[in-house]
């Protein structure tokens, strides 16, 4: 694989997830022409989970199950601790993390965090 001359062994995916017991509940419904559908669910809340995992082109590498969402703090702290150690200077495997644009990967501590793995010539690419 060559994205942009990157390697697939350089990149490391990280992206966060949740859920809870009405995760799976249809959102929409099937009924005959002319008739309502009626959806019958309890209006008791469950309690929330997210995953936080980190994968390669060889799987998982890492993740993080917590009860609750992930902020900032939590986020900073999980890749601080459990991933960027096991990271490599570019152009090395394991150099390249890559996330969307979720407002907790937007802070000035992940960014500092990750310059010491940017390309001095990367021209901008986060």
């Known amino acids: 694989m060559d994205l942009a001359g990157w390697q697939a062994n ?31 669910q ?41 991933v960027l150690p096991f990271c490599n200077p570019y152009p090395g495997p394991r150099s390249i993390l890559v996330m969307d644009n979720a407002q907790i990967h937007r802070n000035e501590v992940c960014n500092t965090s990750m310059l010491h793995f940017k390309p001095a010539d990367s021209s901008g690419i986060d």
């Open 42 to 82: 309890p209006l008791k809340r469950s309690e929330r989970w997210s995953v936080l995992p980190v994968y390669t082109v060889d799987g998982f590498f890492n993740w993080d199950i917590i009860q609750g969402s992930y902020m900032a703090e939590l986020f900073n702290a999980f890749i601080a601790e459990k």
């Open 10 to 40: 350089q990149l490391l995916f990280v992206d966060e997830s949740a859920a809870n017991k009405r995760t799976m509940d249809r959102k929409y419904g099937w009924t005959p022409v002319g008739v309502t559908p009626h959806v019958y």
